[in-house]
């Protein structure tokens, strides 16, 4: 099963920021949180990555809660390309076979 | 450029007959996945590889087979006790411990059971 769950689908207008969030209640020390998405008939792409602190880069931030059981996706300004399903997984880079679990995720859809 | 590679792009099989699927990668990447996708759902585990000639089953290898003879490939067998194959197929590769783990995956893979 999923080590994260994700509300199933969320809208937002264009230009707008938008907020994705995560629960990983069970989330364990050596565990990071990884953000993926996925266009319409393509393999999932990175977006973004962290394990305590908050991350930024080009395309997103990452916002994680003090106690880590949950995260958010930050989108500052929406667009029409950002309309994809996004996923949160997790990832125990400390382990030997890192069995890499995705999630429904949720589906972006943007209102122009 | 460096990347991961999967072919066919489509592949149509008609029941009863095994399907290999490609998937090659030029990263250096030493753990590779395979996950399967049906329409409106998220991914799921098939196989996992960490290292050559060794792998490991996730959620739904029951008539799926891999290997992993070398550490650029890791292709799919999709057997004909498969009950029901048509999907679309993905992937993946990944950096190990000392890096950050991110995924890199194929453009996938589209099998239809005729």
């Known amino acids: 099963d999923a080590k994260t769950t994700q509300p199933n689908s969320m809208e937002s207008n264009e230009e707008e920021p938008v907020h994705l969030p995560c629960n990983h209640s069970?989330?364990?020390?050596?565990?990071?949180i990884h953000w993926y998405r996925q266009l319409p008939s393509q393999g999932p792409e990175y977006v973004i990555h962290?394990?305590?602190s908050n991350v930024n880069n080009r395309m997103a931030s990452l916002a994680i809660a003090e106690d880590r059981k949950s995260s958010t996706l930050i989108l500052h300004r929406a667009t029409l390309r950002d309309a994809a399903v996004y996923y949160c997984i997790l990832r125990d880079l400390k382990t030997s076979y890192d069995k890499v679990i995705f999630g429904p995720g949720t589906s972006l859809s943007v209102i122009p | 450029d460096g990347g991961i590679t999967q072919s066919p792009k489509y592949l149509f099989r008609k029941e009863g007959q095994n399907v290999t699927l490609s998937c090659e990668q030029n990263l250096n990447h030493d753990a590779m996945y395979w996950y399967r996708q049906d329409p409106g759902q998220g991914l799921r585990l098939i196989y996992y590889?960490?290292?050559?000639?060794?792998?490991q089953k996730g959620d739904i290898a029951e008539g799926y087979s891999v290997s992993r003879e070398k550490k650029e490939s890791f292709p799919l067998t999709v057997t004909s006790a498969q009950k029901n194959p048509t999907a679309f197929y993905l992937c993946?590769?990944?950096?190990?411990?000392?890096?950050?783990?991110?995924?890199?995956f194929g453009e996938g893979s589209r099998l239809t059971v005729l």
């Open positions: 069970t989330i364990s020390g050596t565990d990071y």
């Open positions: 962290g394990l305590t």
């Open positions: 993946a590769s990944s950096t190990g411990l000392a890096n950050t783990g991110e995924l890199f």
């Open positions: 590889s960490q290292i050559v000639n060794d792998f």
